[in-house]
């Protein structure tokens, strides 16, 4: 909006304003302020025109009627509304616990926060409602997820249908299954909501009530007709309900006298279900119960087919080659080993649920992260290395799941070489990091970039910026290692072979000629914030300040090894131009790349050169070189080309011209 309108209407319009700092209520001296100020505005206002663009604009996103309707102030919203022709359609931004919603309509708004008088309001007003926000979720959907049972009968009474699903295909039913909302499941049931329905993962209301533990809405659903039906991932609800460790739902589902499941279904779940006592509840006695019941149904004292576990399954190494009992003897065995007990929740959650489910790799990075915990880190680097190599093998390229196993490993080594550098807490003694333990991390790490770079180069269908995000993402965890690789240069157990090996690796690097978002490469990104924030993020990574000179020692490395000094971004910027832009200014970065050939007088596209940034945040280029000493004759001369304007095109060589432009 036009802040000349404001200008014009300092008082008549400052209604509206304090709507920007009412909160959850209004007092009642703001209240008759409001109603003063309104009734000023009413008697004075001049032009329709000027009145919609106020009653449109937005603060934070927001119209005054959606922040009205978020927060429930019912004079407000109908004042709006029946005095000012507010469009009761018109979307803004709203949070709801900490979430930022787009695109919600003020109907939305309203049923969410349960403000019922409000929704019957906007609704007599002629408000749709079946509007949507962008995640094409209804207002009806919204008060099934809150629990407002009122807001939710009258919206189906007045129109609202119950089979609109958001873009994930979730229902209001199984949003109802999944928060517990007794009262509103019933209601939607009795509706004849459809109970089978699957959303685009293929989960059903009844895996949503597995997963929140609700025995009654799940007796509900089974009464209408509810099946057992599998997800993407060939989870039942039964399965479900072991995952998360609803032991109630799992005894009632696996009842033999409903004969919902077969007998190597419950067997499963059974055996899940000990899993996650193990993992989540710390409850070894009551998993080896679970495991004992699991081997009495497999082996039936009745005289019935046996069905004995598979025989084929891998040992794996980073389950300490660990083997599932085949009998009640070897379970009680395993009892008095505690370790032993987790490798086999481990063996067993892998075999049932498969790598590609996400708590597959949850569990073994959660070990291990237990282990780094005890300080047994070899233990972690090689559970951890085991749940990365699942997900690379199932997941697509880049997948978050991935980027956060690599960004695990290097918060791993970066404790660890803090932890080196202090005095031993507790006589607890962190073991060195070497060259073997970070480099096949890295390579893991650039093999992503890879597998992202040919997904850019392919032609397939894909959002080509999320693309590039998520590429610079890996590329910045893959910096971090390198520069931690860089920094075991200086340890005086470097041998040659070990600097030729970090010279090999981080040139493989180099030679990707990676580039990601706004067109820039890995040394420009090494060079940046971005890179800076990687260096010294979260609680294991060193501090910013700490680590400015692994920043300097690798990007002199990268430089050695080929990396263009004076390369440009979209925006004209070479790798000196974003050093220069970080504050305070990581000066031995500054000089490597002089002395490695980036020009000091090089422009960018905003004709800024690195020293007239420096001076922008109040930094002086001549506090951190001489720059007289990396000025040459060449750049005099294009400097006078540019700055006097004098015509070159067919006076200076062609093979010149690209100095005077970069000048």
């Not at 237990?370 to 390229?397: E, I, S």
């Not at 000094?565 to 131009?577: E, K, V, W």
């Not at 990581?586 to 905003?606: C, F, K, M, Q, W």
């Amino acid at each position: 909006m036009a802040s000349g309108v404001w200008d014009l209407m300092p008082v008549r319009c400052r209604w509206i304003e304090t709507l920007r700092h009412c909160g959850k209520t209004l007092l009642r001296r703001q209240r008759r302020l409001l109603r003063r100020l309104k009734k000023a505005y009413l008697h004075s206002w001049r032009s329709a025109d000027e009145l919609n663009m106020l009653v449109g604009a937005k603060v934070g996103g927001a119209t005054p009627l959606v922040i009205a309707c978020r927060n429930g102030h019912y004079d407000v919203a109908e004042y709006l509304i029946e005095r000012c022709k507010a469009d009761i359609e018109q979307p803004g931004s709203v949070t709801f616990d900490g979430e930022t919603i787009e695109g919600a309509p003020p109907l939305w708004c309203a049923a969410a926060a349960g403000h019922l008088p409000l929704v019957r309001l906007l609704v007599r007003a002629g408000a749709n409602v079946n509007s949507t926000t962008r995640t094409h979720s209804t207002p009806l959907r919204a008060a099934c997820f809150d629990g407002h049972y009122d807001i939710v009968k009258f919206l189906v009474e007045n129109g609202a249908d119950i089979e609109i699903a958001n873009r994930h295909g979730h229902t209001c039913l199984m949003i109802a299954c999944y928060k517990g909302h007794i009262r509103i499941a019933k209601y939607l049931l009795s509706l004849n909501a459809d109970v089978n329905r699957k959303s685009v993962k293929g989960n059903t209301a009844l895996h949503d009530c597995a997963e929140s533990g609700s025995l009654h809405i799940l007796k509900m659903l089974l009464g209408h007709g509810a099946t057992m039906d599998v997800d993407s991932y060939g989870m039942t609800p039964l399965l479900a309900a072991s995952v998360t460790g609803h032991t109630h739902i799992v005894e009632h589902l696996i009842n033999v006298e409903y004969g919902l499941v077969t007998r190597q279904q419950r067997i499963d779940a059974l055996e899940l279900l000990g899993a996650t006592y193990v993992d989540k509840r710390r409850d070894m006695v009551g998993a080896l119960a679970l495991w004992k019941r699991a081997m009495d149904d497999r082996f039936p004292a009745d005289g019935s087919e046996p069905i004995p576990k598979p025989k084929d399954i891998p040992r794996i190494e980073a389950y300490d080659f660990a083997v599932e009992p085949t009998n009640a003897q070897q379970l009680e065995e395993i009892l008095a080993d505690p370790d032993a007990m987790r490798m086999q929740a481990l063996v067993i959650r892998e075999r049932i649920l498969g790598p590609a489910h996400p708590d597959t790799s949850y569990y073994v990075r959660y070990r291990g992260a237990v282990y780094a915990d005890a300080g047994r880190f070899a233990r972690c680097r090689q559970l951890w290395h085991h749940a990365l190599d699942m997900q690379r093998a199932v997941l697509p390229p880049l997948s978050p799941l991935t980027q956060s196993s690599l960004y695990s490993f290097a918060e791993l080594f970066s404790y660890m070489l803090a932890e080196r550098a202090r005095p031993p807490l507790r006589g607890r003694i962190v073991p060195p990091v070497t060259f073997e333990d970070i480099d096949p991390v890295f390579r893991k790490a650039l093999s992503e970039i890879n597998r992202g770079m040919e997904l850019l180069d392919s032609k397939l269908s894909i959002d080509r910026e999320q693309t590039l995000t998520t590429l610079q993402r890996v590329l910045v965890i893959s910096l971090h290692l390198a520069a931690l690789m860089a920094r075991l240069l200086d340890e005086p157990e470097c041998t040659d072979e070990i600097s030729r090996k970090i010279h090999e690796a981080v040139y493989s690097l180099v030679k990707l000629d990676i580039k990601v978002r706004q067109g820039r490469s890995a040394l420009h990104v090494a060079c940046s914030s971005e890179g800076s924030r990687a260096r010294g993020g979260r609680a294991w990574l060193p501090a910013a300040g700490e680590a400015q000179p692994c920043c300097g020692r690798l990007v002199a490395l990268m430089l050695r090894l080929g990396a263009h000094p004076d390369a440009r971004d979209a925006d004209g910027n070479t790798p000196l131009h974003l050093v220069c832009k970080l504050n305070p200014c990581p000066s031995d970065v500054v000089r490597e790349l002089l002395s490695h050939g980036a020009h000091i007088d090089t422009v960018n596209y905003e004709g800024e050169t690195p020293e007239e940034i420096l001076k922008s945040t109040q930094q002086s280029l001549t506090s951190i070189v001489n720059p007289l000493r990396y000025t040459t004759l060449k750049c005099l001369a294009a400097r006078t080309v540019k700055n006097y304007r004098l015509p070159y095109r067919h006076v200076v060589p062609q093979c010149l011209h690209s100095t005077i432009i970069t000048h």
